[in-house]
T-cell receptor
Framework: ETGVTQSPTHLIKTRGQQVTLRCSSQ?????VSWYQQALGQGPQFIFQYYREEENGRGNFPPRFSGLQFPNYSSELNVNALELDDSALYLC????????????FGPGTRLTVL | GQNIDQPTEMTATEGAIVQINCTYQ??????LFWYQQHAGEAPTFLSYNVLDGLEEKGRFSSFLSRSKGYSYLLLKELQMKDSASYLCAVRFPGGYNKLIFGAGTRLAVHP
């Protein structure tokens, strides 16, 4: 176990709705990265938060947004859900924004109907 | 674009040795990671290479050749619990910890 936790475990939403996913980083880690993993694919980088600021973004539209709190936990928000947003959402924490190994949480399985 | 290639599936026998290859063509490089992922679970860190050569960690070893854009993960003394997907990921330079993953190699270990 990595000490990274995510909630909820599973979620079912309908197209057009909004969703918030949560991540608690491992103790001592100040950086959280979010990834989307479609079935049968590798994870794709969404964005990274370092000390409450967005510190890098992948090729995802603005309806994917995030927050990081003073205790370094983080939220991923997705607006106007689309069917293709159905995936496993993983967060990963590390103690440094650029060079440390990332440790993943168990993920949130999002299904959009 | 960024390209990371791995075989889609491999099978091996319990007790044997298997090598999973990964080739990459990326616009930047700041290290290569291997993760293990059991179905429906989070990726678990296995190994990290940033310099050329072999890194050994128990039953697992990983090799990197930066000039060839090539890495492999070697698993020895295979066990049934090693049946999982193995993900190769390249970290980008630039001050943030962005990993670009391959699609993963599904390894099935049979008795």
């Amino acid at each position: 176990e990595t000490g990274v936790t995510q909630s909820p475990t599973h979620l079912i939403k309908t197209r057009g709705q909004q969703v918030t996913l949560r991540c608690s980083s491992q103790s001592g880690h100040n950086t959280v990265s979010w990834y989307q993993q479609a079935l049968g694919q590798g994870p794709q980088f969404i964005f990274q938060y370092y000390r409450e600021e967005e510190n890098g973004r992948g090729n995802f539209p603005p309806r994917f947004s995030g927050l990081q709190f003073p205790n370094y936990s983080s939220e991923l928000n997705v607006n106007a859900l689309e069917l293709d947003d159905s995936a496993l959402y993983l967060c990963a924490s590390s103690w440094d924004k650029g060079t440390d190994t990332q440790y993943f949480g168990p993920g949130t399985r999002l299904t959009v109907l | 674009g960024q390209n990371i290639d791995q075989p889609t599936e491999m099978t091996a026998t319990e007790g044997a040795i298997v090598q999973i290859n990964c080739t990459y063509q990326t616009s930047g490089f700041n290290g290569l990671f291997w993760y293990q992922q059991h179905a429906g679970e989070a990726p678990t860190f296995l190994s990290y290479n940033v310099l050329d050569g072999l890194e050994e960690k128990g039953r697992f070893s990983s090799f990197l050749s930066r000039s060839k854009g090539y890495s492999y993960l070697l698993l020895k003394e295979l066990q049934m619990k090693d049946s999982a997907s193995y993900l190769c990921a390249v970290r980008f330079p630039g001050g943030y910890n962005k990993l670009i993953f391959g699609a993963g190699t599904r390894l099935a270990v049979h008795p």
